[in-house]
């Protein structure tokens, strides 16, 4: 409808940066109002679309990284970042405007009528939440390819999802700091209490944490935004999981938490679980086993037997010199 409206009479081509279908799904739609477009992608783009669609080879033209495209007074430039989402990933770069192209990669959760990133408070809230939830698994590749967008030195940035950053130097600021190995002095604490004891531990740990100078934020697994847990992993240096013990094992909010965490693999340097249980389980094994993708450390245990103060608090001081410990020594 838009390239209708806009009265476009001709389409030569169609760059598929990307085949998933948040990007691909009306190239079928494109091709059938202006059949004599060709599909300019990658050979594992091409693979991918073909998958999808059916499209016949005839209908691509398939393209190596850093190479070009006349437009005539334009000239596209193809840059293949395999990883920094799925394995066919690719940006464009229009080479006379400086604008580059990055599919998800820069993308934010943000639905505006502003084409431009302006208010940058909810645009930075946006757009972290979608490093978190999307982009945060491929971090390493990101940070692979955050010099290669550098040397572009891009005008502007342009991302399928979001508005369009006409002050690039924000968003790569933002980028450069989320996905670099450097963690903060924080501890992401993400509870959930049936009996109240659980959450008598989380908060006297973070209390104690925030006596010692780590920043704490305790997270409420009860009703969770998976977003804004997301977003508390990105920079943590320490993640703690609390949780309850349910039918001998964790709690299946604890569970879902340390399984997503696992998933989205954040950079954090160090892990602890605490709960509490009533006659015995594998609680603390369970979240352990979870979370094992996660390059980090155990630093610590401590479950409490039912609402027993003195085996609660006395631990987990323990546990917050510790952690203190390993955030002044990273």
Known sequence: NNLEEARVERVDYIVANHAEQDHSGSIRAVLERYPEAVIVANAKCKEFLQDMYGFEDGKFRVIADGETLSLGDMTLRFVFAPWVHWPETMLTFLEEDRILFTCDLFGSHLATSKLYAEDE?????????????????????IQAHMKKISELNPAMIAPSHGPVYNRPEFILKHY????????????????????????????????ELIKRGVEVHLFNLEHPDIGELAM???NARTIVIASPTVLTGAHPNASYAALLLNEL????????????????????????SAMSHLKAEWVGEVLAKSHNHAEMFAPLEELADNIRERHSTD
């Open 121 to 141: 408070h909810d645009v930075f809230m946006a757009a972290k939440r979608y490093y978190a939830e999307i982009m945060m698994p491929f971090r390493k590749n």
């Open 176 to 207: 450069g700091e989320w996905v670099s190995d450097k963690t903060e002095n924080s501890a992401l604490i993400a509870y959930v209490s049936m009996h109240d004891t659980t959450r008598q531990m989380a908060f006297f740990l973070g209390n």
């Open 232 to 234: 508390a992993s990105v």
């Open 265 to 288: 693999r954040p950079k954090a340097r160090f892990l602890a679980v605490i709960g509490s249980y009533g006659w015995g389980g594998t609680m603390a094994q369970q979240i352990k």
